[in-house]
């Protein structure tokens, strides 16, 4: 049971990679923004990628995310590459932490490293993941399209993250030569080769199938070798 539910979390995040980085209201409190609602689409810069840490004070594992994130210097390499930073958050400032005293004077730089927008209810981290966890982090590309992320605290991961984004550029997934496809399973037969309406009702044909044109064979992939669907590793984006 646990090994299910790993694997549908890891599901869940490889979903959100290719995908837009979606637009609804926030409330921002820097001061260039202070008092006005801005939708998110907006915080990204044209030709810039962008980080964005999804963050609460009440939970631990969201302040360890940031010990380790300026232990790092995540922040730092940020601004050495001119990436945007975005933190959302459910708590005006200034923070008051109940889930752990936060190491360093990390929490006095996130008003000049970040652009801070409130989002009570955390909208935009239930568009992007279809639910609430903390913390969550993700790298929003120039095109606005978020090509990594990962969700709670874990070392490896911001170390995977710092190399991604030192990168001065996005690589093609060397699977799949950015070409998003992996030719071996066609997300509309499963890799069959059959019709999915015919594959479960094998007389559904004789109703006159639209799908398959009554052949029983898969439109997509013509019950060939070349079975499309998007790359096991860059999972269509093309990012290595």
């Not at 202070?34 to 998110?40: L, R, T």
């Not at 709670?152 to 710092?162: C, N, R």
């Not at 690589?171 to 594959?199: F, Q, S, W």
Request: charge should be positive; charged fraction near 25%; include cysteine.
């Amino acid at each position: 049971m646990l090994l299910i539910l790993l694997l549908l979390q890891v599901n869940i995040i490889f979903s959100q990679v290719g995908k837009p980085f979606p637009n609804v209201e926030l409330w921002a409190i820097n001061e260039e923004h202070i008092g006005n609602s801005i939708k998110s689409a907006s915080l990204l810069e044209k030709g810039k990628r962008t980080l964005v840490c999804f963050f609460t004070t009440w939970c631990p594992p969201s302040i360890a995310e940031f010990d380790y994130l300026y232990e790092k210097g995540v922040l730092d390499s940020c601004a050495a590459h001119n990436i945007n930073a975005i933190l959302i958050t459910d708590k005006e400032l200034p923070f008051k932490f109940e889930g752990r005293k936060p190491k360093g004077d990390w929490p006095d730089r996130l008003i000049r490293d970040f652009t801070i927008c409130v989002d009570r209810r955390f909208s935009l981290l239930e568009a992007i993941k279809g639910g609430k966890s903390f913390p969550f982090t993700c790298i929003v590309e120039a095109d606005s399209l978020i090509s990594y992320c990962y969700e709670g605290f874990h070392t490896e991961k911001i170390d995977s993250l710092l190399k991604r984004l030192k990168s001065s550029h996005v690589e093609k997934c060397k699977n799949c030569n950015g070409t998003g496809i992996n030719p071996k399973a066609c997300r509309v037969c499963k890799g069959t080769g059959r019709c999915m309406l015919c594959y479960y009702d094998p007389d559904y044909y004789l109703h006159h199938c639209k799908s398959c044109d009554n052949s029983r064979i898969c439109s997509i992939c013509h019950d060939s070798e070349f079975k499309r669907k998007e790359c096991i590793k860059c999972f269509g984006t093309g990012y290595k």
